[in-house]
Each structure stands twice: as structure tokens, then as C-alpha cells.
């Protein structure tokens, strides 16, 4: 081992950490060799940013007089239902979940303008939204009916949950099909009009951590613009994918669970989406640190957007009907020029995800750690299929 | 040779004028209609591309603005919204012009209007609001 998580630590404290985000180290190790390079730095920041439908915002509000029993009652934050089947003052609103009156795709594609993800945006972004509640009243709770105009400051907590998110590594889509399709996906034409991919490349958190050596459950993460926590692996974690020499996974395959503060979050790292033809999502900003403890892990850290590739997945059939086969990989520098090859045709790329957003919040994960205001925390065990490596 | 790229925008009352026969055969020009609506009793518009001798083009403007024509430049008519926009790019494909692309070393959205025809099929792909079109 280079270094301790605690010596990384008093490094931050005494202002003499060094870090890099996981862009600059792929031309430092180029330059100087992972040996040189795995001892000069300490963290490797990283940054993601993208829709992410495992989203949801859990809160307790406060109580008025009389008070109110919401478990088992019915509520609606600005027309969207909440959820409200736990205890007396805590809802949840998922980032999908949508006014019973909205259209949905009945008017194809559908619009998706107004959901979950932008009643926690409007909250962020410091509007009031309407609260409405309905409940059945208890001897200690009396209320059956309550309306109020609130803000985010108005809740005892306001917390972001994300029961999956940070998937590492995804497929590419295109349509073979006749016809335009609308998917989670982005629109995609027909014909492989074009090939759309979600991810941040060589800055995607996951990916620069392939085996999951450093993150794990309870480290700490910059999300959304404040601190968070992984709670867990994500659903739909893949412990024991195939993976590349590089120790790539060779198909979608690690999740994490976040949560964190939503009151220390930002707009600027959590904006609303509305994917056409789709549903109403959140996207979200994540990076995390990954502590160079030994030269692998800066060898992977420095894995470059040549070295990543990605499955690429047909979605007007293939996808829907869960048939297996793809189309070929494709590196992630190939997506960045613009233009694929599938089938021997050229195909005009797009993304979901923005590198642009990744590289600001790499390099603000960057600057809180230099500053002393990002500490990192060893992860108290290993995600699924994975050994941290101070166990191994 | 010179070109140039605009939206005539005309009244219910002349929407039975024939305007592109008189571009063509009194003027000269080409013209390439990338986009026109006309609705009854309410006004037409056309994006237009007009190519030409100059001096027949800025003849062309006069007579259209004789006619009642209203004549803009693109400009105005596709709005990217930079504060809406995550570059994400998810934009770009869909653009068949080339007018929304990615700068290569930022990673940014960048839009070009002068490249743009206003042909909208970059709207449904935007998640953000950050495309709006005013045609």
C-alpha cells in the first residue's frame, strides 16, 4: 500500500494533498508511468452527470395545529402524488411519478413536462410547491385535511435517495427499425439514424474503480453539490460481471445506493428532465474520490477513453424483448468523435450524459478536497462481488 | 454568387401570390425552401435560401418588401437556451445541418444559428427546455 486512507486525511488537513481528476491522470500516466504518477498523487476525482430514474426525495414536514396522520392518507406536492405510506409526517416523491391528470403518452409521444424530478428541482431552486393532504384522523392525530404553500426550508428533513444510480458502464442504442422510437434512451431514429450513449468516459466514477478496490458502502461522495453517502450497492448491481484485462466489465453491471442531504444540494447539479416519449427524471451530479492506495489503483484510474468500450444494444426489438446480442463495442473516444460504425454504416452519436457537467464536477471535487472541505472516509465494507484493498 | 438564408413572412391576402415563381423567373435566384406553413386566413411563412448575382438579390428585397412580404434573418426563430443546457448533446444527431454540435476541448453545446433551418427535430430530444423555437 502507497497510502492510508488517514494519511490522505491529515494530508487534506495540513493543505498538502495532491489531486488530480481522472482526465488529467490518463495524460500523467501517458507522460510519466503509473509508478511516477501512482506516487505523486493522492485522489483522483470523478464526475458524472445524467438522468438518473432511480431517483426520489424523502421529508418530513412539520407539524401545525392540529396535527396530521399523512401514513395511509393521501398527498400531492404541486398536483404530483407522494408517497405516503410511512409515519405520521414523512412522504416520499419519486422523480417519475406524474400528476394523475397528465396525458402521459396518450397524446404520442407524450411530453412528460411536469413530474417528481421538477417538484425537487422547483424546491432546490428555492420555490414554494403546494402540499395537499388528505387523511383518515386519529385520536392523536385529528386533521383529515391539510393544504399548505412550502419550501425547502420548511421541512425538518429533506433527504435525496437514489436506489440505483452510477451504473457502471452502459449500453449504446440504436434502432434498426422503420420507425422513430422514443426511450429512455433519447429519441432514436430508425434505420441507426443514430446511436445514443449515457455516460462520462474516462471521468465516470465506476469505471475508474472497475473492481470496486476503494468505493464502498459508506463512502463519501459529492452529490448534487453537497455531501452524500453510498447506503449500499444499487439495485440491479451485478457482482461478478465478465470483465476485460483492464478489469472493464463487459456489460452494465455495478450500481451504487446514494443518499444524502438534499438542503446542501444545488440546481446546478440537479436539474429536472422531461425525456420525450419516456417519463419526467431526475439528473443527477456525482463524483466521487478515489484514493490512490497502490499503483493499480491508479493504473485503472488512468484507464483512457480508448481503453472503455461500450455494448452496443439494438432498441426497437432487441432491448424490449430482452433478446441477448449486440452489435459490437465501441470505444468511448469513437462516441466522442461524433461518429460510430455499426453494420458498415457511419452513425451520428449522441449523448444522455454530459461530459462537460462530469469535467465541472471532477474538478469542484477537486478543489473541496485541496481546500480541506471534502474529507474522504474508508468504506466500512465491500460493495457485492468486490474486496476493498486494504482487505485484500 | 452571393446567398443568403431567410423566413418571408406574408399576410393572409397574399398567401395566393406566387412569390417563388417571381424570385425565379424575374430575379434569377434560386430558391430552396427548407420549411413554409400556410394556414388559411392566417399569415405564411417560409425559411427560405436564396442564391444569386447580389444585385438581383437586393432587387429581390425590394419587391418583396413592395409586395407586403416581411423579411428576417434566422436569428431570432430558434432559441437555445444556454442556462437550460446540460450539454448533454443528445441534441446534436438529430440536427441534420450541423447547426448544433460539440465543441471538441470543452465538451460544450455549441449552436450555430446561421446553420439552422428551423426544421425543430432536435425539440423532442431535449430533456432540459433548452431548445425553443419561435417559427
Known amino acids: 500500500m502507497l497510502r492510508t486512507i488517514e494519511q490522505i486525511n491529515a494530508k487534506i488537513k495540513a493543505g498538502k494533498v495532491v489531486v488530480a481528476t481522472a482526465e488529467e491522470v490518463v495524460s500523467l500516466v501517458k507522460e510519466k508511468g503509473v509508478k511516477k504518477a501512482a506516487r505523486e498523487v493522492d485522489v483522483v476525482t470523478t464526475g458524472t452527470f445524467g438522468p438518473m430514474c432511480s431517483s426520489g426525495a424523502y421529508f418530513n414536514i412539520k407539524q401545525s395545529t392540529p396535527k396530521i396522520k399523512l401514513g395511509g392518507g393521501r398527498v400531492t406536492l404541486n398536483n404530483v402524488p407522494a408517497y405516503a405510506g410511512w409515519a405520521a409526517a414523512d412522504i416520499l416523491i419519486g422523480a417519475n411519478a406524474l400528476p394523475d391528470d397528465d396525458p402521459r403518452n396518450a397524446v404520442y409521444p407524450g411530453l412528460f413536462k411536469y413530474g417528481g424530478a421538477h417538484v425537487i428541482e422547483d424546491l432546490l431552486a428555492g420555490k414554494k410547491v403546494r402540499l395537499e393532504a388528505k387523511a383518515y384522523g386519529t385520536d392523536c392525530y385529528p386533521r383529515k385535511e391539510y393544504t399548505a404553500e412550502i419550501g425547502l426550508e420548511d421541512f425538518n428533513n429533506a433527504v435525496l435517495f437514489n436506489p440505483r444510480n452510477c451504473y457502471q458502464l452502459y449500453n449504446v442504442a440504436v434502432n434498426l427499425s422503420e420507425r422513430t422510437i422514443y426511450t429512455y434512451m433519447g429519441v432514436l431514429k430508425s434505420r441507426l439514424g443514430n446511436a445514443n450513449y449515457s455516460t462520462t468516459g474516462a471521468l465516470s466514477p465506476l469505471l475508474k474503480d472497475p473492481e470496486l478496490r476503494t468505493i464502498g458502502i459508506g463512502t463519501r461522495v459529492f452529490m448534487g453539490g453537497g455531501q452524500g453517502y453510498v447506503a449500499l450497492s444499487g439495485t440491479q448491481h451485478v457482482a461478478q460481471p465478465e470483465r476485460d484485462p483492464n478489469g472493464l466489465p463487459m456489460a452494465p453491471s455495478a450500481t451504487l445506493a446514494l443518499i444524502g442531504d438534499l438542503k446542501a444540494m444545488n440546481t446546478k447539479y440537479v436539474r429536472a428532465a422531461s425525456v420525450t416519449g419516456y417519463t419526467s427524471t431526475l439528473s443527477l451530479g456525482v463524483g466521487i474520490p478515489i484514493p490512490i492506495v497502490d499503483e493499480k489503483a491508479m493504473q485503472q484510474a488512468a484507464l483512457s477513453d480508448e481503453d472503455i468500450t461500450y455494448p452496443i444494444v439494438e432498441y426497437s426489438e432487441s432491448y424490449p424483448l430482452g433478446r441477448s446480442g449486440n452489435l459490437g463495442r465501441v470505444s468511448m473516444a469513437q462516441l466522442m468523435s461524433g461518429r460510430i460504425e455499426v453494420d458498415g454504416k457511419k452513425v451520428p452519436t449522441g449523448c444522455m450524459a454530459s461530459r462537460a457537467k462530469g469535467r465541472a464536477l471532477a474538478l469542484e471535487l477537486k478543489q473541496l478536497i485541496a481546500e480541506a472541505q471534502f474529507f474522504l472516509t474508508q468504506a466500512t465494507a465491500a460493495l457485492p462481488g468486490a474486496t476493498l484493498a486494504w482487505e485484500e | ?135
Open chain 2, 1 to 135: 454568387m452571393a446567398k443568403k438564408k431567410v423566413i418571408f413572412s406574408f399576410p393572409p391576402a397574399l398567401v395566393e401570390e406566387p412569390i417563388t415563381y417571381v424570385l425565379i423567373k424575374e430575379y434569377d435566384l434560386q430558391v430552396n425552401i427548407l420549411r413554409a406553413t400556410v394556414r388559411p386566413r392566417d399569415r405564411g411563412r417560409m425559411v427560405v435560401e436564396l442564391k444569386g448575382k447580389k444585385e438581383n438579390l437586393d432587387k429581390a428585397f425590394e419587391y418583396l418588401e413592395d409586395a407586403g412580404i416581411q423579411v428576417d434573418t434566422l436569428v431570432q426563430e430558434m432559441r437555445h437556451i444556454p442556462e437550460q443546457c446540460v450539454s448533454c448533446t443528445a441534441c446534436v444527431p438529430m440536427c441534420p445541418t450541423k447547426a448544433l454540435s460539440v465543441d471538441k476541448t470543452s465538451r460544450e453545446l455549441v449552436f450555430d444559428h446561421t446553420k439552422c433551418i428551423i426544421c425543430e427535430a432536435c425539440i423532442p430530444s431535449c430533456s432540459y427546455g433548452a431548445l425553443e423555437s419561435q417559427f
